[in-house]
């Protein structure tokens, strides 16, 4: 049985960050609206986890913006934006993708209900699946690797019909920002499961990559973690998306107090 998210936060969702609306939620009330969503067999839902680069990606592009803003929960895989949150609404915690799909994971061993990974590569998906049996052995597990996409994936009547077939509840997607974000838009309305796009999570699970350690992710600097992990391919992300990010905060900002004055007069 789920529990129904408590408190302020069932009134006071969230804000808006540079023009995206961002949840307020914990890790555990995420949880509990997934598993609760999962019973009643509904089509059409979505879930992005977002971090700087994706609320950056969608300031820049109209059409992504209206995707990341039509999903059905926009949670805070980012310390940034949790800080931010956390100015209005003091309950605001990180709600990571490698923790979410672990702790779903988990819930839905635990009530028998089968779960499907798409994504990742080919190669890692077996080692992946070895890790995530190992500790919940009961847990109903399927998953697929798909060919290369392109950034705006069309509709694949195929995978629906497999993912349909598995029976499962949830769908991860690790496919990248902004790709598996459109690729939930496209597939979401026709697939009776919640999909979370959990970009880099495949990775973590399945040990490919190392995760920042604890102390790090707390103070905000596992993007520096991952930076030096992956420097060729990540320091353009990192140095012009934050630039980017802190940027139109200020824009935001400036606006926001010119639009006070002229609503006050002067």
């Given at each position: 049985?789920?529990?129904e998210?408590?408190g302020?936060?069932?009134?006071?969702?969230?804000?808006?960050?540079?023009g995206v609306?961002?949840?307020?939620?914990?890790?555990?009330?995420?949880?509990n609206?997934?598993?609760d969503?999962?019973?009643?067999?509904?089509?059409?839902?979505?879930i992005?986890?977002a971090?700087?680069?994706?609320?950056?990606?969608?300031?820049?592009?109209?059409?992504?913006?209206?995707?990341?803003?039509?999903?059905?929960?926009?949670?805070s895989?980012?310390?940034?934006?949790v800080?931010?949150?956390?100015?209005?609404?003091?309950?605001a915690?990180?709600?990571?993708?490698?923790d979410l799909?672990?702790r779903?994971?988990?819930?839905?061993?635990?009530?028998?209900m089968?779960?499907?990974?798409?994504?990742?590569?080919?190669?890692?998906l077996?080692?992946?699946?070895?890790?995530?049996?190992?500790?919940?052995?009961?847990?109903?597990?399927?998953?697929?690797a798909?060919?290369?996409?392109?950034?705006?994936?069309?509709?694949?009547?195929?995978?629906?019909?497999?993912i349909?077939?598995?029976?499962a509840?949830?769908?991860?997607?690790?496919?990248g920002?902004?790709?598996?974000?459109?690729?939930?838009?496209?597939?979401?309305?026709?697939?009776?499961?919640?999909?979370?796009?959990?970009?880099?999570?495949?990775?973590?699970?399945?040990?490919?990559?190392?995760?920042a350690?604890k102390w790090?992710?707390?103070m905000?600097?596992e993007?520096l973690?991952?930076l030096?992990?992956?420097?060729?391919?990540?320091?353009k992300?990192?140095?012009?998306?934050?630039?980017l990010?802190?940027?139109?905060?200020?824009v935001d900002?400036?606006r926001?107090?010119?639009s006070?004055?002229?609503k006050?007069g002067?």
């Amino acid at each position: 049985m789920t529990k129904e998210v408590q408190g302020s936060m069932a009134t006071e969702p969230g804000m808006h960050i540079i023009g995206v609306h961002t949840d307020t939620f914990r890790l555990e009330d995420v949880q509990n609206l997934v598993l609760d969503r999962t019973e009643k067999n509904i089509v059409g839902s979505y879930i992005c986890v977002a971090n700087i680069h994706t609320l950056v990606t969608a300031r820049l592009n109209p059409d992504f913006s209206k995707v990341v803003n039509k999903s059905w929960r926009v949670v805070s895989d980012g310390m940034p934006l949790v800080w931010l949150l956390k100015r209005k609404f003091p309950w605001a915690e990180r709600v990571a993708g490698p923790d979410l799909t672990e702790r779903l994971c988990h819930e839905m061993a635990d009530q028998g209900m089968p779960v499907f990974f798409y994504g990742g590569r080919a190669r890692e998906l077996p080692r992946l699946k070895k890790r995530l049996l190992a500790v919940y052995p009961s847990l109903k597990l399927s998953c697929e690797a798909p060919p290369e996409l392109p950034e705006r994936p069309g509709f694949d009547q195929c995978i629906v019909d497999k993912i349909k077939k598995s029976g499962a509840r949830v769908v991860f997607v690790g496919l990248g920002c902004p790709k598996q974000e459109y690729w939930m838009h496209v597939h979401a309305p026709h697939i009776p499961a919640v999909l979370i796009g959990v970009g880099a999570a495949f990775d973590f699970i399945a040990g490919t990559k190392g995760r920042a350690p604890k102390w790090m992710q707390k103070m905000g600097l596992e993007w520096l973690y991952r930076l030096a992990s992956e420097p060729r391919r990540l320091w353009k992300r990192y140095l012009v998306t934050n630039s980017l990010f802190v940027y139109f905060l200020l824009v935001d900002k400036i606006r926001s107090i010119i639009s006070g004055k002229q609503k006050d007069g002067r």
